[in-house]
């Protein structure tokens, strides 16, 4: 990591700034501050939003706790995440569409399980070593969360609670929780920012934040805010021409891991994102997003609603000159504006909303830490102290899980149950036969029902081995798949019409570990005896 990234402070600085800022004299608050607020006032402000943060912070530890120990967060999209990194492990960089071997396909860009598959050829276990990546990630995310707002003119304490404030958002605790890859591009993004910032923007500067810009690109196709974002604001702000080598920088960077990520491939992703990237997006479903994208934040992340809520009202309520020189709001409306194409794919969920999170936070604590009139700017720290504690109330709530896309798995209990055999597991959540030592048959389910659609008979080799009884087991966490509930998700979103047929013909149900059905092969018919 490039020294130049920690010259502004480090994480020790943020802390202590924080928990100094409640003790803070009201003489010395008092003097560089105009009267119209008293001193004391501004202190127990002050000491109410940390003790907001200090609340947010509790609770995601206590998360932080019972998630790790339960593998909560690890859903068949995680798992998906961290069969890339202990495929890359193996050297299998990209696993085909479809071989001898199984089932590929995903829309996942490389740098995060690039970084796991390090950790693991290191020795550390999957599941503690993808804990281990998230939790560097979340706090390089708020290293550069302080690092920006303290370019942008936010003071210290305001800056380090605000960084910590992120958490209030439970699609920014599941990049804790959840092995993914949107933290790490977001916290690229708000790094290339930071750097983009400050002013004389040198050669090297402005080569730091291209390279920060095509990091973070190469980690999550749709996180580009950052560089949408700084382009706009330079050319308002009369740098047209650093705006445009920016960019052109940036662009070539993204060209450079296009080029290393199809050879490092052998062609191979070419195919797998020309089928996969876009998810079966159309423009029907396009129409939808907004929708969606309510639904989503009502029931999945509904601290965030607040902030994004009081974001855009401030957006809306400055004129338009002055948002294209605002960078805080042009990194909220690209970042919403990401959220909505984002959400006109099919199987997106609320972890893509973390972008949506930094970004009114950013807004917001800039809008409060710079603003001249000292009671609009008490009453600004009022309200993110409030909209902190309300969004800590669904947090609280949802401790120990968040219904059943997250919620606690056995990993263990089932591969134990299904016991020793030479014969692969067939699992929904590929991290099954990852633990268990194997070589996943199929990747994502998701991406085998997309893939059906585009290829004729693309299904036909999974059914086979069901009809065979090749699988030592196969494992289900929907629970019995011959309801009506269950069977609308296996034909329609996993594994696809047929699949639940083929089970429930050549399999029986064996036991049930949790959430986890497992099911094996029917004992063969015994051969009929001679006519009498």
């Given at each position: 990591?490039?020294?130049e990234?920690y010259?502004?402070?480090?994480?020790?600085?943020?802390?202590?700034?924080f928990w100094?800022?409640?003790?803070?004299s009201?003489a010395?608050?008092s003097?560089?501050?105009?009267?119209?607020?008293p001193?004391?006032?501004?202190t127990?402000?002050?000491?109410?939003?940390?003790?907001?943060?200090?609340?947010?912070?509790?609770?995601t530890?206590?998360?932080?706790?019972?998630?790790?120990?339960?593998?909560?967060?690890?859903?068949f999209?995680?798992?998906?995440?961290?069969?890339?990194?202990?495929d890359?492990?193996?050297?299998?960089?990209?696993?085909?569409?479809?071989d001898?071997?199984?089932?590929?396909?995903?829309?996942?860009f490389?740098?995060?399980f690039?970084?796991?598959?390090?950790?693991?050829?290191a020795?550390?276990?999957?599941?503690?070593?993808a804990?281990?990546?998230s939790?560097a990630?979340?706090?390089?995310?708020?290293?550069?969360t302080?690092?920006?707002?303290?370019?942008?003119?936010?003071e210290?304490w305001?800056?380090?609670?605000?960084?910590?404030?992120?958490?209030?958002?439970?699609?920014?605790?599941?990049?804790?929780?959840?092995p993914?890859?949107?933290?790490?591009?977001a916290?690229?993004?708000?790094?290339g920012?930071a750097?983009?910032?400050?002013?004389p923007?040198?050669?090297g500067?402005?080569?730091?934040?291209?390279?920060l810009?095509?990091l973070?690109w190469?980690?999550?196709?749709?996180?580009?805010?950052?560089?949408?974002?700084a382009?706009?604001?330079?050319?308002?702000t009369?740098?047209?021409?650093?705006?445009?080598?920016l960019?052109?920088?940036?662009?070539?960077g993204?060209?450079?891991?296009?080029?290393?990520t199809?050879?490092?491939?052998?062609?191979?992703?070419?195919?797998?994102?020309?089928?996969?990237?876009?998810g079966g997006m159309?423009?029907?479903f396009l129409?939808?997003?907004l929708?969606?994208m309510?639904?989503?934040?009502?029931?999945g992340?509904?601290?965030?609603?607040w902030f994004?809520?009081l974001?855009?009202?401030?957006?809306?309520l400055?004129?338009p000159s002055?948002?294209?020189?605002?960078l805080?709001?042009?990194?909220?409306?690209?970042a919403?504006?990401v959220?909505?194409?984002?959400?006109?794919?099919p199987?997106?969920?609320?972890?893509?909303?973390?972008?949506?999170?930094?970004?009114?936070?950013?807004?917001?604590?800039?809008?409060?830490?710079?603003?001249?009139?000292?009671?609009?700017?008490?009453?600004?720290?009022?309200a993110?102290?409030?909209?902190?504690l309300?969004?800590?109330?669904?947090?609280?709530?949802?401790i120990?899980?968040?219904?059943r896309?997250?919620?606690p798995h056995?990993?263990?209990?089932v591969?134990?149950?299904?016991g020793?055999?030479?014969?692969?597991?067939l699992?929904?959540?590929?991290i099954?036969?990852?633990?268990a030592g194997?070589?996943?048959?199929?990747?994502?389910?998701?991406?085998?029902?997309?893939?059906?659609?585009?290829?004729?008979?693309?299904?036909?080799?999974?059914?086979?081995q069901?009809?065979?009884?090749?699988f030592?087991?196969?494992?289900?966490?929907?629970?019995?798949?011959?309801?009506?509930?269950?069977?609308?998700?296996?034909?329609?979103?996993?594994?696809?019409?047929?699949?639940?047929?083929?089970?429930?013909?050549?399999?029986?149900?064996?036991?049930?570990?949790?959430e986890?059905?497992?099911?094996?092969?029917?004992?063969?018919?015994?051969?009929?005896?001679?006519?009498?």
């Amino acid at each position: 990591m490039p020294s130049e990234l920690y010259s502004y402070g480090t994480w020790c600085e943020v802390y202590s700034a924080f928990w100094s800022s409640a003790t803070v004299s009201a003489a010395t608050s008092s003097a560089s501050r105009p009267q119209a607020v008293p001193a004391s006032v501004c202190t127990g402000v002050r000491c109410l939003l940390c003790f907001a943060v200090s609340f947010i912070v509790v609770i995601t530890a206590v998360r932080a706790g019972f998630w790790w120990r339960n593998d909560v967060g690890i859903s068949f999209a995680s798992g998906a995440i961290l069969t890339m990194a202990a495929d890359l492990r193996d050297g299998i960089f990209y696993r085909p569409l479809l071989d001898a071997s199984g089932y590929g396909g995903t829309r996942y860009f490389p740098l995060y399980f690039c970084l796991h598959a390090l950790l693991l050829k290191a020795g550390l276990p999957v599941l503690l070593s993808a804990y281990l990546l998230s939790t560097a990630i979340l706090v390089f995310l708020m290293l550069g969360t302080f690092r920006l707002l303290r370019e942008l003119g936010v003071e210290t304490w305001l800056a380090g609670c605000s960084a910590l404030m992120l958490l209030a958002s439970s699609s920014v605790q599941l990049s804790l929780f959840m092995p993914q890859a949107d933290g790490l591009a977001a916290a690229l993004n708000v790094w290339g920012l930071a750097t983009i910032v400050p002013a004389p923007r040198t050669r090297g500067r402005l080569l730091l934040t291209a390279i920060l810009f095509t990091l973070a690109w190469s980690a999550k196709l749709t996180t580009v805010f950052g560089l949408a974002a700084a382009t706009v604001w330079l050319v308002s702000t009369g740098h047209k021409r650093t705006a445009w080598k920016l960019a052109a920088a940036t662009f070539c960077g993204y060209g450079i891991v296009a080029a290393a990520t199809v050879l490092a491939s052998r062609g191979r992703v070419i195919q797998i994102f020309k089928a996969c990237a876009s998810g079966g997006m159309d423009w029907r479903f396009l129409g939808t997003a907004l929708g969606r994208m309510k639904a989503t934040i009502i029931h999945g992340d509904p601290g965030l609603a607040w902030f994004l809520m009081l974001g855009l009202l401030l957006t809306i309520l400055t004129r338009p000159s002055k948002i294209v020189r605002s960078l805080p709001a042009l990194v909220l409306l690209a970042a919403v504006a990401v959220a909505v194409i984002i959400f006109g794919s099919p199987g997106t969920a609320v972890n893509h909303f973390l972008d949506v999170q930094v970004a009114a936070v950013i807004l917001l604590a800039t809008w409060v830490g710079t603003n001249d009139s000292p009671i609009e700017k008490q009453l600004g720290v009022c309200a993110l102290a409030l909209l902190t504690l309300i969004a800590a109330i669904p947090l609280l709530h949802h401790i120990k899980s968040w219904g059943r896309t997250y919620h606690p798995h056995h990993f263990q209990q089932v591969i134990q149950a299904i016991g020793s055999s030479n014969k692969p597991i067939l699992s929904e959540n590929a991290i099954i036969p990852v633990l268990a030592g194997q070589h996943p048959y199929v990747l994502d389910p998701w991406m085998t029902t997309l893939l059906r659609k585009r290829f004729p008979a693309f299904e036909l080799p999974l059914l086979q081995q069901l009809r065979s009884q090749s699988f030592s087991a196969v494992v289900l966490p929907d629970g019995d798949p011959t309801t009506s509930g269950a069977r609308w998700w296996y034909d329609n979103a996993c594994f696809g019409p047929g699949f639940v047929s083929a089970l429930t013909e050549h399999y029986r149900l064996a036991t049930v570990v949790d959430e986890d059905w497992i099911y094996v092969p029917k004992t063969p018919a015994p051969a009929a005896s001679g006519s009498q």
